[in-house]
């Protein structure tokens, strides 16, 4: 159920709006509701199970009436959250992972899907394949007419080990991808920039910088060393850079920044980004600090550390 409910009137009646169907995300632009379900298709005997996406799109947010539904569309894959979907001019994009043409994790498919409405089906009307090929997608934005996508060997199937040095023949780095948007019925794959670890969030500071937080990881073996901010420099669709990097902790520490987007603070005016941290005895199983780390980001001098609240005392 979608209802709607005036937030100026309190006796006006809730009205809603009735789909069944299981979702696991909700996106939400300034005109409509998108339900994205993912389920399994079972394929029989012969043909092996993979994933499916369903998407629902009502309208919403327009009038003083119940959201209305719009339109249906299933496609194989599935996305990493509601980050992976956008609107933009009546217009879905997504971002889709699918690996239903084979079993093996190495020939898993990203792909950026462009989808119109068509009566009451959403249609695929054009798309960018192989985006980090056998990688799993680790953050998506969608930024206007630009996609950033970032991909990541995350699982041990996306890799194979050499059987000499037992050590994975391909390394556990950070693909930024860049794709342009601004032809919808013809997207583009634009720049890539391969850096170690990986980008778990991606954050806007102009149109040319992007601020992300992620983590730090051993290239070879794909060990965590630690958290990691970045600043990217996209101004060149074609040629994405690493302006600033900051690492810092150490495989002790975390965040929760790197799982829920809602624990990444940016204030613009300030510069300043705040972002929990805490930090571990593995050893012992003990938290040995749980702060508020706040950080100055400057396209100049980069990221300068402004210091840590502590609130261990509040965890514990």
């Known amino acids: 159920l979608v209802h709607a409910l005036s937030m100026r009137d309190s006796s006006a009646p809730l009205r809603s709006t009735g789909v069944v169907a299981g979702f696991a995300h909700v996106y939400a632009s300034d005109a409509s509701i998108v339900l994205a379900a993912t389920e399994l298709n079972d394929g029989g005997y012969f043909t092996p199970d993979f994933n499916r996406t369903r998407l629902h799109k009502l309208a919403a947010f327009q009038g ?13 894959g599935v996305i990493k959250d509601e980050m992976s979907l956008d609107e933009q001019g009546g217009r879905l994009r997504m971002v889709i992972t699918n690996d239903a043409a084979s079993q093996d994790p190495k020939e898993r498919s ?15 009307v054009a798309r960018v394949e192989d985006i980090g ?29 050499d059987p000499v040095t037992g050590l994975p023949f391909r390394p556990f780095t950070d693909p930024l991808f860049v794709i342009d948007l601004a032809d919808p019925r013809s997207p583009m794959l634009r720049g890539d920039l391969e850096l170690g670890g990986y980008s778990a969030y991606l954050h ?63 204030f613009p005016a300030e510069r300043a980004l705040a972002i929990p941290v805490q930090r571990f005895d593995d050893s012992a199983g003990l938290l040995l600090s749980s702060s508020l780390a706040v ?18 005392g509040l965890v514990n």
């Not at 090929?133 to 080990?161: C, I, M, N, W």
């Not at 958290?227 to 996209?234: G, P, T």
């Not at 950080?295 to 261990?312: N, S, W």
């Open 295 to 312: 950080f100055r980001v400057d396209l100049d001098a980069g990221f300068v550390p402004l210091g840590e609240i502590e609130q261990l």
């Open 133 to 161: 090929r056998g990688e799993s997608v680790e953050s998506v934005r969608f930024l206007g007419s630009k996609a950033y996508v970032v991909t990541y060997p995350r699982d041990f199937g996306d890799f194979e080990l």
């Open 110 to 124: 990203t792909s950026l899907l462009v989808i119109e409405e068509s009566g009451t089906d959403l249609v695929e």
């Open 204 to 266: 806007p500071l102009d149109d040319a910088h992007l601020l992300a937080v992620g983590a730090n990881t051993d290239a070879s073996s794909g060990a965590f060393l630690g958290l990691s901010l970045i600043v990217f420099d996209v101004a060149n669709p074609d040629a994405p850079s690493v302006l600033h990097r900051y690492d810092f902790g150490g495989p002790e520490s975390g965040s929760e920044a790197l799982v829920d987007r809602h624990a990444f603070t940016y």
């Open 64 to 76: 003083t009436g119940a959201a209305e539904y719009r339109a249906t569309g299933v496609f194989d």
